[in-house]
């Protein structure tokens, strides 16, 4: 199911961070929580995460 999500902000792939319960786009640099097993992909949501 993941490789039919993208990011709505570069539509980019997102990466599953299992600990922290959320997708990640790295080329945007954004991180989508997931609520009650459903990813909320708006971007007003997503927690911007360092560009290290």
Do not use: F, K, T
Not at 2 to 12: F, S
Not at 13 to 31: K, P
Not at 34 to 49: C, Q
């Amino acid at each position: 199911m993941l490789e039919a999500l993208v990011c709505p902000q570069c539509h980019g792939v997102l990466r599953y961070d299992a600990e922290r319960q959320e997708l990640v786009s790295n080329a945007a640099h954004l991180a989508y929580p997931i609520r009650g097993g459903i990813p909320v992909l708006l971007i007003d949501e997503a927690r911007v995460i360092d560009q290290d």
